[in-house]
């Protein structure tokens, strides 16, 4: 079955690291979207892609980067991990229909 | 740029019941899609029902239906006959219909089903 898969599920670190979370998924969508979910702010779109090569800036992409350089795989990188970036992390895929998220990544940051 | 309300932070249902969770939004595109998911203990997020603008009946899905009124700019969700493992939190969403799912969220419902 198709499917979307981050990792790593769990990862602590230190403030000023970077750190890289992996979202892949084998639907052979064009679209990929990474949120955040704090307490209190539902989920809140950081980047998207429609396709190789096209990234776009969301409501809360200060200090977090993507790259898409192929269908599958939309890598969220944050250059310099700030305790403010400690999260849950989705990942996301459409086609032209539903979303389908992944299962998330906590990500600690101390 | 779009904006989905969600006043109820918690509620609490008895079993069998049926739940109405409110979900107002607003925009000033004529064409857009409104969105439920349901994130249970566990931590994913399930698409539960879609409703786009421009369908002039309610979107439903086996117990879940979307109760649309454009004019008040509202898509509630109701939950028919509700069950244990419908506790969970709940969150109302939109995006552009033209859109790719460039969706935002509501802060989410948290609703509890007692037995």
């Known amino acids: 079955d198709a499917e979307i898969t981050q990792s790593p599920r769990h990862k602590i670190t230190e403030t000023g690291r970077q750190v890289t979370l992996a979202c892949h998924q084998t639907w052979n969508h064009n679209n990929m979207f990474w949120y955040r979910q704090d307490l209190g702010h539902g989920l809140r779109l950081i980047h998207y892609s429609y396709g190789v090569q096209d990234t776009n800036k969301g409501e809360v992409s200060d200090g977090y980067s993507v790259s898409r350089s192929n269908t599958e795989d939309l890598p969220l990188t944050l250059e310099s991990a700030a305790s403010s970036q400690t999260s849950v992390y989705f990942c996301?895929?459409?086609?032209?229909?539903?979303?389908?998220f992944g299962e998330g990544s906590r990500l600690t940051v101390l | 740029a779009q904006k989905i309300t969600q006043t109820q932070p918690g509620m609490f249902v008895q079993e069998k019941e049926a739940v109405t969770l409110d979900c107002t939004y607003d925009t000033s595109d004529q064409s857009y899609g409104l969105f439920w998911y349901k994130q249970p203990s566990s931590g994913e997020m399930i698409f539960l029902i879609y409703q786009g603008s421009y369908d002039e009946q309610n979107a439903t899905e086996g117990r879940y239906s979307l109760n649309f009124q454009k004019a008040r700019k509202s898509a509630n969700l109701v939950i028919s006959a509700s069950q244990l493992g419908d506790s969970a939190m709940y969150f109302c969403?939109?995006?552009?219909?033209?859109?790719?799912?460039?969706?935002?969220f509501g802060q989410g419902t948290r609703l509890t089903i007692n037995p």
């Open positions: 969403a939109t995006d552009k219909t033209q859109g790719a799912q460039k969706l935002v």
């Open positions: 996301a895929s459409s086609d032209t229909g539903e979303l389908f």
